[in-house]
């Protein structure tokens, strides 16, 4: 099948001159535009990062005949373009984009191409949070109960595209699907066969207009599914999703599945002891994965074995490092309030030192600060919402503040001095927790860059 595939795309796009907008860091553009090149097509990647910050990216395209237009967009590039590729984070409203929509070239989105194309089945699972884990959770129970499985979507590193190449009518792909990632499916009104919704927070708010628009994006996972498709929803939507069957969100347009109905998990759902992954919505992925097992008729016990000895995904609640009594522990993909605040509940029975702070989504803040109280200081980070927050941290919790910093090296120094004279003996442990609850942009490329920062200081410390 994935010859014939190959085939029918070459037919279709080689010779045609293909834009890839928006390169990146994370490996996906690099796969759009490798794939693209290897069909034929005449690429050209443009970005408004500069050749200095794309090095990496770059490099991995080497011996390509592939032309990079980098550290601002020409309209022109968008304009004599048979097509265009979008990365996820680059906005439908670009002016760019809206000109070349204007003028009628087709524009793809690498997810929403992939399961278009796609000849076996796909998992989708989205969700503000916890869409990872789930992802490599359900990966895991097909993985090893003998599917022919691929993963794929957002997670750093990887190319989904590339998985076209081999797939087949018995494949399966489990894909972490981000809301930008679905505006692509609603282009196409599409919908994977088994969709995920895992929970639903305020989130992205620098980047959509308001909640709404953020759950528009969000609901393609389920809007286009047809009658013989399956969806899994956290308990807490069941409101959302009637509203949105309600049309509330639809925008008056008739849906495709209308009396599908989800099937809904909660934490009580897995009413076992996970043995590495801590918290209760960690518990509430756990019980997601175990419905999609009970789906696709996994052994039961097998499947909760699965799950349970699953070791956690890097930068989640990871442990990196351990000095005495005091223990490092990694969360950067903690970017916004609501997630720090799931990070402080998950080590309520420890002593907790704070990483907080970067730049702001102009995500609700308050109840994350009311939080606080849990933990016993807290070392800032320097971005604009550090300065949002500061004033009312100051008069809450002036005697736990440490910072802010704009060098992570001095912060974790600092915070590790912090805790040395906290833990005086050998009977107390404290944690040393970086959950920083906003972007990482202020200091860092991205979430992933300011993860491996931290590790790299912590390891020379330790």
């Not at 309600?246 to 909660?266: E, I, M």
């Not at 972007?439 to 410390?461: C, D, P, Q, Y």
Request: hydrophobic letters at 40%; charged letters at 25%; glycine letters at 8%.
């Amino acid at each position: 099948m994935s010859s014939q595939l190959i085939k029918k795309l070459k037919n279709k796009y080689s010779g045609k001159k293909a834009l890839m907008v928006g390169l990146g860091l994370q490996g996906g553009g690099v796969g759009v535009a490798k794939f693209l090149a290897e069909l034929g097509a005449k690429v050209t990647v443009t970005d408004k990062k500069t050749e200095a910050q794309l090095f990496q990216s770059i490099n991995r395209l080497n011996g390509l005949s592939i032309e990079f237009h980098l550290g601002e967009h020409n309209i022109e590039d968008f304009l004599n373009s048979d097509f265009i590729f979008k990365g996820p984070s680059v906005p439908w409203t670009s002016g760019p984009v809206v000109q070349a929509q204007k003028k009628g070239i087709p524009i793809e989105m690498e997810m929403s191409f992939v399961v278009e194309n796609y000849p076996g089945k796909v998992i989708g699972i989205t969700g503000t949070r916890g869409k990872s884990t789930t992802t490599q959770l359900i990966y895991n129970l097909l993985n090893e109960s003998g599917f022919k499985v691929t993963i794929g979507g957002g997670l750093p590193g990887i190319s989904t595209i590339e998985c076209l190449k081999e797939a087949d009518e018995n494949s399966w792909l489990v894909a972490e699907l981000s809301s930008w990632a679905l505006s692509g499916f609603h282009a196409k009104k599409i919908s994977p066969h088994i969709s995920v919704f895992t929970n639903f927070y305020p989130d992205h708010l620098n980047y959509y207009k308001n909640l709404e628009d953020y759950f528009y994006d969000k609901q393609a996972i389920f809007q286009y599914q047809k009658k013989e498709d399956i969806f899994i929803a956290n308990e807490s939507l069941k409101d959302l999703i009637r509203k949105a069957w309600d049309r509330k969100f639809f925008g008056g347009k008739q849906q495709t599945a209308k009396n599908l109905v989800p099937a809904l998990f909660s934490k009580n759902d897995f009413p076992y002891k996970l043995t590495y992954l801590k918290g209760d919505h960690n518990l509430e992925n756990a019980a997601a994965a175990l419905k999609v097992a009970e789906i696709l008729k996994i052994d039961k016990d097998k499947a909760v074995e699965i799950i349970k000895n699953f070791g956690g995904l890097p930068y989640r609640l990871q442990t990196v490092g351990k000095k005495g009594n005091i223990i490092f522990i990694n969360d950067t993909t903690s970017t916004t309030p609501i997630a720090t605040i799931k990070a402080i509940d998950s080590l309520k029975d420890k002593k907790i030192i704070l990483f907080l702070g970067g730049n702001s989504k102009n995500l609700p803040s308050e109840q994350l600060i009311n939080q606080l109280y849990k933990v016993e200081k807290i070392v800032l980070l320097a971005g604009s919402f550090t300065d949002e927050i500061l004033p009312v941290l100051k008069e809450k919790y002036s005697d736990k503040l440490v910072g802010p910093f704009n060098n992570l090296e001095e912060a974790v120094k600092e915070a590790y001095k912090v805790a040395q004279a906290l833990v005086p003996t050998k009977s107390g442990e404290i944690d040393l927790l970086f959950s920083p609850g906003a972007t990482s942009f202020a200091m860092f490329n991205n979430e992933f860059h300011r993860g491996e920062e931290f590790n790299r200081i912590v390891e020379k410390l330790t």
